[in-house]
């Protein structure tokens, strides 16, 4: 039986875990707000909330329900645009109805629940972190000008109610949502924690399902499967000694606010807003980017500069490996079926890091790579002592420059090496060309994505001009 | 102001095609198609599939009872292929289920063996081998060829331009009902007489027994004009033959793979110039890529004719079109309609002369505006014409000097990192030109309550037509907006309708509804001067729901009249025609007037280049436009904004990859990218050119639909002025979009 609240309705149901929320939502309880726009998580018309309790309070996300597993809707609050309906307008779609933030109407409530989901789960409000989440949400009518207009709009609406009150209340008081919400945490409390999910033999086992859902979700629906929330993986991202460890099941949004994470490598949260969106980096998971295999994958990128380790639990026993020697060809892993990603680690970076990550699609935001690339180094008088480079998009496997870096080590950071670095780089690759980029492109994209590296890290050794 | 069902949308409560609840018994339809670019059909085996799960009929060709033809301007397109195939994606057979998945599993077990025939994906090499959809099509005007010898410049050069996938949110959709006269349809169309009368056709049915009903779009943009047609008539014959429910909506992938698109074009020009920067000649020849069949090809080709000067007055012109067949999905119309493609050309054509001159394109293009009277390459004179107003408003406005100084100044001071505007003027003309389509008719019921329903021939697809239309009923019969609702555009409550099309939707209903309001007005006006004992009704006025006479006011209120007209038997319903007068085009001179009026309006559009990576992003468009006198400033700002952004899209990063089979690479929104929120401008600033009243527009407005998508141009050479400001020597091929790829390529290359 899965139990889970949708909107302020209590379901039960003993459909297949692996349904499409999506569509459970839209045929079974007939609520049609969410929309079907692409069933690949690129449109957002689909999006609804996921209210969790954590800490004893309910923190809730954005996921394209297109993408999400029924079953992960378990012990959960469901949220469709239906659920903030009151008798009049909430604020934000006011705001939007006024603004012109609205068209044809088919992207329209996914904007509303995004939005609603940012002031849910932010506190401090911010008119361009409002818009930054709406990523997700793509609209072919208005130019997203009047959806702008409505942000700014309910931004202000929200910054003149009275600052007495704890978040949801304010949010109840200023009508944003129906007070309703205020039930739900005691609620979500009386559903029992494991959904009591059937699994024999699956076939399948589910982190995020934004790759498997995408691809193969007729098969999906119609089959059992494991999923790593329920399986005991680990969430966290956490620190040892001397390594920060990220969870099997951490998402990718996760590494994003991960404290652990900022303190180490700063500007990482930054660079990892070009991953996906937000609702897709809410349920993205890191292990899943490494597994899927594909050659851009992002953090998969990051994570081969930083020379990660895996640790792969299998039936009776577990192994370690370097994720460098994960891949052995085009999705071919060195992994046997049942094995599963428990934990990614990697050495606490030294204070003297030096780190950049550089992603460049056809649309920046909410697009996968033609080429990306992350380098990190350490630096003493000039010479490189410590190097780990990475490539995506330009070989059958996310790939680590490993000739480059051997020749780059105890070499002088000046324009010369680089330049020379970067032929070697050029032997290492093999790009082939396809939606994302001719092959030409791609060896060009990689040359200059290289120098940015060191024009960006070292501005007063190297010469840009030079380089180019 | 705000769109019609704004309120309903942000509730999530606006039913589109697949928020309908399906009657029980509703089954699901699947489409079979090509895989294969052209070739002739060996086998086609349904028996595995027949067996499958759920599966309730195939349908292909011979089960068509009546014709299997849904071609509109030329009879050249069948609904499943016959014998042949002749792009990827043609529609083969149509699997019905009890549910879409299951019809989905038995299409793959259908059989069929193909014998692969040579394809044609490139419009020149089409032309080379005279396939074309029609004879090719020829404007000229004044004499181009001893103009040549006048010119002190003469640059010539190719350019090409990508098309574009529509995107609209809602994919393509309909149910099919059988009723007791006939069949049903809902359907997501433009076109719901196109619709109607294909279906009639497929199913040998008389139009009369097809009843279609569309409530709403979620987006069309051109591509649910004709190209909703298609899979109205699989549900509606999947319905007939099954007696039951059948729905039809594409899955994105499908919708992207099987439906046309805007036409790419690759085009020839040549373009003479004095010295001093005036155009005396201008020669064009297009190459449309139609893809496999007419569609609505000759159509656009001839409005890429139309526009093919754009905003400026050349004496000399000779452009010829050709309609070129290839062994693609049949492009279609896409807001615009063949004038973008014509008007790139030309601004590429000034930016190439202002190079090789040593000119600021700014200065050719101020120094060509059209004047008012000058004459058009199809006989058209140019009247209240704004070109050049607009032109400096725009640098009064939003400083133009300024602009490209400051530029100037950035592009000093920064290596990697560079900025680049382009001014971007526009002129489009309006009105069908296929003249017999400028008709319309409006229905407008009053109720006994003093409620009004009004019904036309307009589709409202988020553009905005509704709320017009309220307006516009409100306004005439001077009642109070909540009294009126816009009705679904239903096939049984106006004959045939022309399409929601060429930015027309508005003017042409907007008229009727206007005629069949003033029709009431002045029966009720006659109720009140008999209530009133008085024998002159022109002397009755109502205003805001009062009733004057002669300018005093009366006991009486438009309530009143309503209940007094019906106890007095006089009908509270009336009808009316519309059709745009003094339009007309000679399709053999290829001169006349087709036009009702034109949009003038310009644009400065900013941009700042990464040069080291090759991407960018848009700083801001600034706007001067023509909107005569708005009827709803927000939704003709909403038109602008949006098409503004979707125009940049073109130019930029919505890219269509075939491989060498004809297949489509970019398939799904995560190859096929359009602008997401970051990739918009972070400025849009739109101003209204003022006193500029349009006697041939309802209520002076003038259109909005498709003008300000050709603003989106200037991102083109916004970006090539960024690239040059880094490589100055750089040698360019016009080829849109310009995406990153070729931005990096250009920027690098040897
Ligand atoms: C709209 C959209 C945008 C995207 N944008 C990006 C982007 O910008 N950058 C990017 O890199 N990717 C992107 N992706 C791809 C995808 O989101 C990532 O690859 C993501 O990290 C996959 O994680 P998941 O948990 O969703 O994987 P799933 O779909 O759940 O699984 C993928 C594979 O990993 C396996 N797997 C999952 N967890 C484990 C585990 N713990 N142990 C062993 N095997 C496991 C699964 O069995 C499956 O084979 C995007 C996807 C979508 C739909
Ligand atoms: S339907 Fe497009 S993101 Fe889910
Ligand atoms: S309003 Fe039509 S897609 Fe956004």
Redesign the interface.
């Known amino acids: 039986m899965i139990e889970f609240i949708l909107n302020n309705n209590h379901v039960y149901t003993d459909f297949l875990a692996t349904t499409v929320l999506l569509d459970f939502i839209r045929s079974e309880k007939r609520l049609t707000g969410a929309k079907e726009g692409c069933r690949e998580g690129d449109c957002g018309a689909c999006t609804v909330l996921i209210g969790e309790i954590k800490n004893r309070s309910i923190v809730y996300k954005s996921v394209n329900s297109c993408l999400m597993p029924l079953g992960e809707a378990h012990g959960k609050h469901v949220v469709t645009v239906e659920g903030f309906n009151q008798e009049e307008l909430s604020p934000i779609q006011y705001a939007i109805v006024d603004e012109g933030g609205t068209q044809c109407g088919f992207c329209t409530p996914g904007f509303v629940v995004s939005m609603t989901g940012y002031f849910l789960s932010n506190k401090k409000i911010d008119v361009d972190d409002a818009v930054e989440s709406l990523g997700g949400n793509i609209c072919r009518c208005t130019g997203y000008a009047g959806i702008k207009r409505a942000v700014e709009k309910t931004v202000t609406v929200y910054e003149q109610t009275s600052l007495k009150l704890n978040h949801l209340d304010k949010l109840i008081t200023a009508k944003f949502i129906p007070d309703y919400f205020k039930t739900i945490k005691k609620n979500l409390e009386q559903i029992r924690k494991n959904g009591n999910l059937r699994k024999s033999n699956t076939k399948y086992f589910i982190g995020g399902g934004t790759d498997l859902y995408v691809q193969q979700w007729e098969e999906l629906i119609q089959s059992e499967a494991l999923f790593a929330s329920q399986e005991k993986i680990p969430n966290e991202i956490l620190q040892t000694k001397n390594k920060i460890k990220i969870g099997g099941a951490a998402t990718i949004q996760q590494v994003l606010e991960s404290h652990v994470i900022k303190k180490h490598l700063p500007s990482l949260n930054k660079q990892l807003e070009l991953f996906g969106s937000l609702p897709i980096r809410n349920r993205a998971t890191v292990a899943g980017n490494i597994v899927n295999a594909s050659p851009i994958g992002d953090i998969t990128n990051i994570l081969l500069a930083l020379e990660a380790k895996l640790h792969l639990k299998g039936k009776r026993s577990g192994r370690d490996l370097f994720l460098r020697e994960f891949y052995k060809g085009y999705k071919l892993l060195d992994k046997k079926r049942d094995e599963i990603v428990e934990w990614i680690s990697f050495q606490v970076p030294s204070k003297k890091i030096l780190f950049n990550f550089e992603k460049i699609s056809k649309r920046t935001y909410l697009d996968i790579a033609s080429v990306n690339s992350t380098i990190i180094l350490e630096v003493k008088k000039d010479t490189i002592t410590k190097i780990g480079l990475s490539a995506g998009g330009v070989a059958p496997i996310p790939l680590h420059l490993n000739k480059t870096c051997e020749f780059l080590i105890d070499k002088l950071i000046n324009t010369e090496n680089v330049k020379a670095a970067v032929e070697i780089a050029m032997q290492e690759i093999s790009p082939i060309s396809d939606a994302r980029g001719s092959a030409e492109y791609k060896r060009l994209l990689l040359r200059q994505l290289f120098f940015s590296h060191f024009i960006k890290l070292f501005p007063q050794q190297i010469n840009a001009e030079e380089l180019l | 102001m ?2 019609y ?12 095609i ?2 309908i ?1 399906p009657p029980q018994g509703t089954l699901y339809g699947y489409v079979y198609y090509s895989p294969i670019a052209h070739g002739k059909i060996l086998q086609l085996d349904f028996s595995e599939a027949l067996k499958s799960t759920g599966v309730k009929g195939i349908f292909s060709a011979k089960d068509i009872p009546g014709v299997n033809q849904i071609g509109g301007i030329i009879q050249d397109e069948n609904l499943f292929a016959e014998d042949s195939v002749h792009f990827v994606g043609h529609p083969i057979a149509f699997i019905v289920a009890d549910t879409q ?1 299951h019809a ?2 038995a299409a793959k077990k259908i059989k069929s063996i193909y014998e692969k025939l040579p394809a044609i994906f490139d419009p020149r090499q089409a032309a080379a081998e005279n396939k074309l959809i029609i004879p090719h099509r020829k404007f000229e005007l004044g004499n181009i060829d001893s103009a040549w010898s006048e010119c002190e410049y003469i640059i010539e050069g190719s350019v090409e331009s990508g098309g574009q996938e ?6 393509q959709g309909s149910i099919a009902f059988p009723t007791e006269s006939g069949i049903k349809i809902i359907s997501a169309t433009q076109g719901p007489t196109a619709v109607q009368r294909t279906a009639a056709k497929i199913l040998n049915l008389p139009m009369n027994r097809i009843e279609v009903d569309v409530q ?4 069309g ?1 051109g591509g649910k004009e004709d190209q909703a047609t298609a899979w109205a008539c699989m549900a509606a014959l999947a319905a007939y033959k099954l007696n039951t429910p059948v729905k039809l909506v594409l ?2 992938q499908e919708d992207i793979r099987l439906t046309g698109k805007r036409h790419p074009y690759s085009s020839d020009y040549k373009i003479g110039l004095t010295k001093d920067g005036k155009i005396l000649a201008y020669e064009v020849t297009f190459y449309q890529n139609a893809g496999a069949t007419a569609d609505l090809s000759p159509a656009i080709l001839d409005r890429t004719l139309f526009h093919c000067t754009n905003s400026y007055f050349i004496p000399n012109v000779r452009a010829t079109g050709l309609s070129c067949k290839t062994n693609l999905p049949p492009f279609t119309a896409f807001r615009g309609f063949g004038g973008p493609q014509g008007m790139f050309v030309i601004e590429t054509a000034i930016y190439k002369a202002a190079l090789v001159m040593g000119m600021e394109p700014a200065e050719i293009q101020r120094k060509n505006l059209l004047n008012e009277g000058d004459e058009l390459p199809y006989g058209q004179k140019t009247f209240n014409c704004n070109a050049i107003r607009c032109f400096d408003e725009l640098d009064h406005k939003f400083s133009v000097k300024n602009i490209f100084q400051e530029i100037e100044e950035f592009n000093m001071k920064n ?2 990192v560079k900025k680049g505007a382009a001014i971007m003027p526009i002129c489009f003309g309006i009105s069908f030109t296929t003249t017999f389509l400028n008709q319309a008719s409006a229905l407008v019921h009053i109720y006994t309550d003093g409620s009004i329903r009004v019904n036309t021939a307009a589709v409202e ?4 037509v509704n709320a017009k239309l309220k307006r516009i009923a409100a306004r005439t019969l001077s009642v109070n907006e909540s009294r009126i609702k816009v009705d679904t555009t239903n096939t049984s409550r106006i004959s045939n309708t022309s399409p929601t099309a060429a930015s027309k939707g508005t003017d042409l209903n907007g008229f009727a509804v206007i005629d069949a309001c003033n029709i009431l007005i002045e029966r009720i006006k006659k109720v009140a001067a008999e209530e009133l004992g008085k024998d002159d009704a022109s002397k009755i006025s109502i205003i805001d729901e009062n009733v004057f006479y002669e300018n005093e006011p009366t006991i009486l209120t438009f309530i009143d009249l309503v209940k007094k007209a019906y106890l007095k038997r006089i009908s509270l319903t009336a009808q009316a025609h519309h059709s745009t007068p003094n339009i007309f085009f000679d399709l053999k001179s290829n001169k006349g007037n087709p036009f009702a009026y034109h949009i003038y309006g310009s644009a400065i559009i900013q941009v700042t280049l990464d040069c ?4 960018y ?1 848009f700083d801001s468009v600034k706007v001067v436009h023509d909107f005569g006198e708005s009827i709803d400033q ?2 003709d ?2 038109q602008m ?6 125009g940049l899209g073109w130019m930029t ?1 919505e ?1 269509l ?1 075939w491989n060498g089979e004809g297949k489509l ?2 398939d ?4 096929y ?8 401008p972070k400025e ?1 600033k739109i101003h209204a050119l003022e006193n500029s009243p349009n006697d041939f527009g309802p209520l002076r407005s003038k259109a909005i639909g498709e003008p300000p998508f050709m603003y989106g141009i200037g991102a083109y050479f916004a970006l090539t002025n960024a690239m040059r400001a880094f490589r100055p020597n750089m040698k360019i091929k016009y080829d849109a979009p310009l ?3 070729k931005i ?2 250009n920027l ?1 290359n040897k």
């Open positions: 705000r769109n069902d704004s309120i309903q949308h942000v509730r999530g409560d606006s039913l589109f697949d928020d609840t998945l989905h599993e529509h995107i609209y949110l809602e994919t709403r779009l979620g987006g943009f899955p994105r290596k990697l697809m988020g553009q905005g080291l990576r090759g991407i992003e927000i939704i700002i909403g904004e949006g098409g503004i952004v979707q990063i890219e990859i690479l970019t799904a929104l995560s190859t990218k359009i602008p997401d929120i970051h990739f918009a849009i995406t990153p790829e990096l390529l690098y």
